[in-house]
């Protein structure tokens, strides 16, 4: 069987793409994990693949898988480049799509050849909707009851979780250059008070309108852009009074815009989807 693909990216955060609606197969973690790898296989953050819906009003059942094999809830980046492989494969005339995902639906509208904005849906900062543990051991920081400090041997981090239909921890520093990203992302990707692990982001404010963003990706290490990232950072920033609604956001892959009108409204990711290139598998 020759298994046809797509190589994608957003921002240089990298997928492997796979339409399920016209090819049959069910992918395994092991044939993930080869897939993955950047000397022996073709090499990516995730495995993005296309399916048929199981919910009626879902146009496409879109399913996300790290390089480790685990599937997870939600992707931004891996969203946008969905929807123009979707285009390209010709398997939906529509431009505005709906997509059923793990971490709830979704909707995608593609804007022009190289651009899509994707409603990812309304934000959660609830800690047991993240989720994220809150125990006495983890107090809520007495200046702001959205930030937690978390104790990671000697050290200490303050941070606001965030759901955005995928766990996040967002955390503030004044320079993100020397944001400890590895040494303190290893760490907090897997605490205890993130019983699904994390996605951890490191936010630099330089005004209003406008964040630098890094982020350490559970099951992946820090990647060169996160959609969802950009988006808990927005979320996290504005409740703190950091950021407006309208934010651009640049991240180590180049710069996405986010709009957020404020709690019980969803969140807007727009940015770039961009080909690499095409391929097949024998399988």
Same mark, same amino acid.
């Given at each position: 069987?020759?298994?046809?693909?797509?190589?994608?990216? /957003?921002?240089?955060?990298?997928?492997?793409?796979?339409?399920? *609606?016209?090819?049959?197969?069910?992918?395994? !973690?092991?044939?993930?994990?080869?897939?993955?790898?950047? !000397?022996? /296989? @073709? +090499?990516?953050?995730? =495995?993005?693949?296309? $399916?048929?819906? %199981? $919910?009626?009003?879902?146009?496409? !059942?879109?399913? @996300?898988?790290?390089?480790? /094999?685990?599937?997870?809830?939600?992707? +931004?980046?891996?969203?946008?480049?969905?929807?123009?492989?979707?285009?390209?494969?010709? =398997?939906?005339?529509?431009?505005?799509?709906?997509?059923?995902?793990?971490?709830?639906p979704i909707e995608t509208r593609r804007l022009d050849e190289h651009t899509v904005e994707v409603d990812l849906g309304v934000p959660r900062t609830t800690p047991t909707d993240v989720p994220?543990? *809150?125990?006495?051991?983890?107090?809520?920081?007495?200046?702001?009851?959205?930030?937690?400090?978390?104790?990671? +041997?000697?050290?200490?981090?303050?941070? %606001?979780?965030?759901?955005?239909?995928?766990?996040?921890?967002?955390?503030?520093?004044?320079?993100?250059? $020397?944001?400890? *990203?590895?040494?303190?992302?290893?760490?907090?990707?897997?605490?205890?008070?993130?019983?699904?692990?994390?996605? @951890?982001?490191?936010?630099?404010?330089?005004?209003?309108?406008?964040?630098?963003? !890094?982020?350490?990706e559970r099951g992946v290490g820090e990647t060169r852009a996160c959609g969802t990232g950009a988006c808990a950072a927005v979320v996290a920033g504005q409740l703190a009074g950091k950021l +407006?609604?309208?934010?651009?956001?640049?991240?180590?892959?180049?710069?996405?815009?986010?709009?957020?009108?404020?709690?019980?409204?969803?969140?807007?990711?727009?940015?770039?989807?961009n080909l690499a290139y095409q391929g097949h598998i024998s399988l």
């Amino acid at each position: 069987m020759n298994l046809e693909f797509a190589k994608m990216h /957003g921002l240089g955060n990298d997928f492997m793409v796979i339409d399920l *609606v016209s090819q049959d197969l069910s992918v395994t !973690r092991e044939q993930i994990s080869a897939w993955a790898d950047r !000397r022996t /296989g @073709i +090499g990516f953050d995730q =495995l993005l693949t296309i $399916e048929p819906p %199981t $919910e009626p009003d879902a146009d496409f !059942r879109y399913r @996300i898988y790290n390089a480790d /094999g685990a599937e997870v809830e939600q992707c +931004g980046n891996g969203a946008r480049c969905a929807a123009k492989f979707i285009g390209l494969r010709r =398997l939906s005339p529509k431009s505005t799509l709906r997509m059923q995902t793990l971490g709830g639906p979704i909707e995608t509208r593609r804007l022009d050849e190289h651009t899509v904005e994707v409603d990812l849906g309304v934000p959660r900062t609830t800690p047991t909707d993240v989720p994220f543990s *809150v125990a006495a051991a983890c107090p809520p920081n007495l200046d702001d009851a959205l930030i937690y400090r978390l104790q990671c +041997g000697a050290q200490h981090y303050e941070l %606001t979780p965030v759901s955005i239909g995928n766990p996040h921890g967002v955390m503030f520093v004044t320079d993100i250059t $020397e944001a400890p *990203v590895e040494e303190a992302g290893a760490q907090l990707v897997t605490h205890p008070f993130f019983p699904q692990g994390a996605n @951890i982001g490191f936010c630099q404010v330089v005004d209003q309108g406008f964040a630098r963003l !890094r982020v350490f990706e559970r099951g992946v290490g820090e990647t060169r852009a996160c959609g969802t990232g950009a988006c808990a950072a927005v979320v996290a920033g504005q409740l703190a009074g950091k950021l +407006g609604q309208r934010v651009k956001v640049s991240l180590p892959g180049g710069k996405v815009r986010i709009s957020w009108q404020g709690p019980n409204t969803p969140v807007r990711l727009a940015g770039p989807a961009n080909l690499a290139y095409q391929g097949h598998i024998s399988l």
